[in-house]
């Protein structure tokens, strides 16, 4: 298991983003944005800039989080912006020696029903991009956020059935303040716990973020992970429980919210904020694998008759 992060929440520069990724002593960072602009979609001299700085600190770019069919895209709209991303995001990755990219399954449809969001384009949608990235020998890995795949668990399941091969990354932080849009109208909140436990096997990397929902306001506040409703704990419990062995990427969100319009946040806030959130999930993590290791010692097989 390794630690990383969107360590643009750290520091728009990727001076600043490397230099906090080194403060936490971490070698691996999820990369975004870079002066605010996604890195597939840098200008090729500032690509050429970061992968230069990146090899000088020793620094690995685990996963591209791209903006791949992402809640910014509709599902009516043509699919060229994201095919032109991926191409992009391609080369790239090989140059940088990264494995893993982020992609989403396109915006919900807020004028449809929920079982109404043209699912047929989504997954063909998909199957061409999941097939684009695997030719490569790169693994795209779905976030449960603000699409498709993020409406409910039993969502999710149906796209993997419909995408063979696609693998998830699983955002503990999302379900607080994403509707269930499998029970009744109103939609009430998503569990985070129960949209991972029925997902959990096709899981392949994980997003660390926390937050608290309060229903009379409809709003969120998001928290140090394991502070929230994320179920933080408890899914990393699970996790190491299983021999989990993939990347744990914090996205605090509590300095800055990138699809929200908040305004500039001072660097230094952004900067300590992301490494103390790095440095706690650390704390929560020896924790949880102490409970777990005590727990697994205490089973003994039945040895019965």
Known sequence: ????????????????QITATRELGWTHIESRNVDGVNIHDLP??????????????????????SAIANWGKSITEPMDSSLA????????MHRLGTKLIRIMSFAVLKDRTPDDQLEEERFG????????????????????????????WRYTLRMLENVPGLKLVFDTGNPVFTPDYIKPKPWPRQSAWEFYSQIRDHVAYVHIKDA????????????????????????????????????????????????EDKGEKQESVMFQNYVDYGRRLEGLIREVRNETEFNLSMWRPNREG
């Open 125 to 152: 949608r998909l199957r061409i991009l999941h097939q684009m990235f695997t030719d490569e020998g790169i693994t795209p890995v779905h976030e449960n956020c603000m699409n498709y795949g993020g409406m409910g």
């Open 212 to 259: 608290v929902w309060d229903e009379a306001t409809q709003k969120i506040t998001f928290r140090f992970a394991g502070e929230g409703q994320g179920d933080v704990r408890r899914i990393l419990k699970d996790l190491f429980a299983r021999g989990y062995a993939g990347g744990l990427s914090i996205e605090p969100h509590l300095a800055v919210v990138f699809h």
């Open 44 to 65: 090729e001299a500032d690509f050429d800039r970061v992968a230069g700085l990146l090899e000088d600190a020793g620094i690995h770019i685990n996963c591209f989080g």
């Open 85 to 92: 991303e991926a191409r992009r995001a391609i080369p790239r």
């Open 1 to 16: 298991m390794y630690l990383t992060g969107f360590a643009d929440e750290a520091s728009r520069g990727i001076e600043g």
